[in-house]
């Protein structure tokens, strides 16, 4: 007596499911010789078709994702952007291509890596209809089978599964392994995936984003980026084959937030930009093969020309995986070293570079124009002082003495260094207020030691700046000096921007409530203050004589 036991998959049409017919086929050669086929039991296996969208599959962070990675900084100019690449989660799936269940599908059945069947068809409102010339069953041994789903687009050549980039957004692939032994039915679903992942970026900000965001997204070189991917079942890997690509337009509109209040005043990071449009890519593209170029939009001082020469440098993207590339944009405030040169965060010890090339920093610079800088930390070890002494409290001291403070900001501004080292600035015998010790907050000005010897040229001079100087605070802050018009009234800007300038090099904060004397006098008695706090700044007078005092904050000329 022989017995062959084989599963037969056949099609019924139904109307939910697509059932397939599995069998086992008993048939015994009796003892007497007569061949008595008998009747074969049943066994049903569905199978059904199921869309997966982007991201269904995990809702994962950098904080736990597999894209997660230590972040990279680029040097932009003006800013520096920090970027980071996080697998977007299904509640933001808000666009993208979206492919029905229902279609022509083909469905391959493997067996430890060996095709054993295949058959298409048309699976329609539940049922399944096979194609004329297809066949209707699979005839398989029980065992264990890597079962193969694809739709049209993709194009088959023996075991190989190929896709091209052109179809990236339409071609669906779905597989699974089932064990089928007889001894239970077996539904079998096809989870139908994007055979693509697709990306896009989103631009990340403490301060409003006032213009759109123009940039291309484009290869880093020739024939780096896959064009085609074969898939092989019986290894179950894809293969790239790289090719030529179009640059694509990356572009992000204004952040609608509101200004100022939108992150607190420079605090947190609230302001986005988001790229319109996903760009889709095969699977084994690397990100570190793609480039951000940009052509406009304005988010600090200057509009942005840049180009981040690599998207990630980590990311190799994954079949059906959707990608936000974050990246987070900060100002790249401008330092005066204490070798005379300028430079960036990222040129000194805190910004990390390397010891034997790191440079210290000793001022911020306010207006590289006219080489004007301002102190990192206060003068005269932090201590308050009076404007004068009670020699001169009651005297006009300054040439340029104005009763409007207005006018001190404007039409008859002078410049605090005039007033600190020229004599011509003071009345009768005063001479140069930075080494009279009449006047405190000049001479604490002047007589500043920023910690470490200078050796550029020529040599600094640390004064005290006008009323009108302390205008040029609005650029770490993010506001325009031509606004600025009237004392006695406060103006917003971003404080927390303006103190970060400051202590992420070791300075001392500015915008902490504290109020900073300037060398303007508004009368025989008074003189201008302002007064930096993290949410706005503004002007004021007291009397030179104020017994508590004010700060010192140098300005410098290099």
Known sequence: ???????????ITGAALLLFVAACSNSDDSINGNNNEQKEPTQTVQFSFTDEDFGEDEALTRATGAAEAKPQTIDMGDCEAEISVESEPAAKKTRGAQTPANGHYTIRAYQAGVLKGEMSGTFSGGN??????????????????????????VTVSGNELTVTRNKVQTTRMGATTINITGSADVHVNFSMKHVGARLRTQFVCQKHIPTAITATLEATATNVIPVSVTYNPTTKAYTGTPGAIAAESNNSPASIQGKY?????????TYTSTCTDYHYFLPTTETSNLKLSFSAGTLFWKPLTATIPQLNTTLSMQPGKSYLVKIKLKPNYTYLMSDGTTGHFKDTAFGGAPTATAKTPIALVLDKDNHMAIALND?????????????YYNTQTNTHMVTNMDDALNSQAA?????????????????VKATNPDFLPFKAAADYNPGVAYSGSPALQWYLPSYSDFKWLFPLGFVDIPAITESYHSYYWYGYLAEVAFTQVGGTELA??????????????SAGFCAPSTSFLNWG???????????VRPFVKY
């Open 1 to 11: 007596m022989t017995m062959r036991k084989n599963t037969i998959l056949s099609v």
């Open 128 to 153: 399944f209809t096979p194609d004329g010339g297809s066949q209707k069953s699979f005839r398989l041994p029980y065992g264990t089978y890597d079962f193969v789903a694809f739709n049209d687009d």
């Open 261 to 269: 209040w939108g992150s607190r005043f420079g605090q947190n990071y």
């Open 379 to 391: 003068a005269n070890g932090g201590a308050t002082v009076r404007w004068c002494t009670n020699t």
């Open 415 to 431: 410049s605090g260094i005039d007033e600190t080292w020229n004599s011509s600035y003071s009345t009768g015998s005063i001479g």
């Open 512 to 525: 902490s409530s504290k109020q900073y004397w300037s060398s303007s006098e508004n009368n025989t008695t």
């Open 541 to 551: 007078a007291n009397f030179k004589y104020y017994t508590r005092g004010y700060h």
